[in-house]
């Protein structure tokens, strides 16, 4: 089963303005990480923000956690063109999995 | 210089066939991952390893068998396929500890016709 909903499942902006992304999860975690795959590649980690911290900035990107919700939210500013992608939350839990557990993915949009 | 390389890119296959897809990192990780997105976008963790040892085989059929000759290498060989198997396989590599990044090839888009 999927760990994780994303919400929402597409969003479509113009260039310029800013995309919010939310992710809830189910299980407890030590780690929550966001991830972007452009059509056809593979995945690029982005970001990660571990359990005892509740947000994070890199470049135009900003993440929250809130554990006590099971939920995160990656913020992307000023969004261009080379943004549109799908963008995936994944969850590091702490039993000692070795593994991430995925989200379902958000189709991000951004038109020039 | 790819970090994670994963090939063939694109394979095309009939019913029934046995098909490899071969997985090699050169960043130094002991652990590699098989991952497996359906159409639907969904990506599920299949097998991990450590150090050329199994750590993770989560409810995968039988059919499938990964090898791993050394830690740089993570292998994934499915035999007698079916068109349920059509899916992107990624392979994936990371440090051992839990704060870390995983690192994707670009995957191979497996087609069962």
């Known amino acids: 089963s999927q760990q994780g909903e994303e919400d929402p499942q597409a969003l479509s902006i113009q260039e310029g303005e800013n995309a919010t992304m939310n992710c809830s999860y189910k299980?407890?975690?030590?780690?929550l990480q966001w991830y972007r795959q452009n059509s056809g590649r593979g995945l690029v980690h982005l970001i990660l923000i571990r359990s005892n911290e509740r947000e994070k900035h890199s470049g135009r990107l900003r993440v929250t956690l809130d554990t006590s919700k099971k939920s995160s939210s990656l913020l992307i500013t000023a969004s261009r063109a080379a943004d549109t992608a799908s963008y995936f939350c994944a969850t590091h839990g702490d039993t000692g999995r070795r593994a991430l557990t995925f989200g379902s993915g958000t189709r991000l949009q951004v038109q020039p | 210089d790819t970090a994670v390389s994963q090939t063939p890119k694109y394979l095309v296959t009939q019913m029934g066939n046995d098909k490899s897809i071969k997985c090699e990192q050169n960043?130094?990780?002991?652990?590699m991952y098989w991952y497996k997105q359906d159409s639907k976008k969904f990506l599920k963790i299949m097998f991990s390893y450590n150090n050329k040892e199994l750590i993770i085989n989560e409810t995968v059929p039988n059919r499938f068998s990964p090898k791993s000759p050394d830690k740089a290498h993570l292998n994934l060989h499915i035999n007698s396929l079916e068109l349920g198997d059509s899916a992107v396989y990624f392979c994936a590599s990371s440090l051992p500890s839990e704060h870390t990044e995983a690192f994707f090839g670009q995957g191979t888009r497996l087609t069962v016709v």
């Open positions: 960043l130094g990780h002991d652990t």
């Open positions: 299980t407890s975690i030590n780690n």
